[in-house]
């Protein structure tokens, strides 16, 4: 789910991720998580809130007011956006460290043939 703001109407919420906001709480199905921080006062969803209560990837670039909201991860979910430092050999075979591109963002395209 890509958000603009990071407080949304439950509906919005609702519609991106499955959550309902229910008095009981935020509800899936049967399962319900007691989140009484996740819905402000004028009735919208706290996104940052309902995300570390329901254990949803939320990765932000305050610089541009751009949020991913990620579905549920098991727990195996990435803390930060910051990718190890890997070395991996350029189209002439040099070796090439992701650390060179510190500061920039950068898409890594994984690709196997089987």
Do not use: Y
Not at 1 to 27: Q, Y
Not at 45 to 74: F, I, K, M, Q
């Amino acid at each position: 789910m890509i958000l603009t703001s990071l407080n949304v109407s439950p509906a919005e919420f609702a519609e991106g991720t499955g959550w309902e906001s229910k008095p009981e709480g935020m509800c899936k199905g049967d399962a319900c998580v007691p989140a009484p921080e996740a819905v402000t006062d004028d009735g919208q969803v706290s996104v940052r809130e309902a995300a570390d209560r329901l254990r949803l990837p939320l990765v932000s670039d305050e610089a541009h007011g751009v949020h991913a909201l990620g579905p549920e991860s098991g727990g195996r979910a990435l803390s930060s956006a910051v990718a190890p430092d890997i070395e991996l050999p350029d189209v002439d075979g040099n070796p090439f460290r992701l650390s060179l591109l510190h500061g920039r963002k950068v898409l890594l395209v994984a690709w196997a043939s089987w």
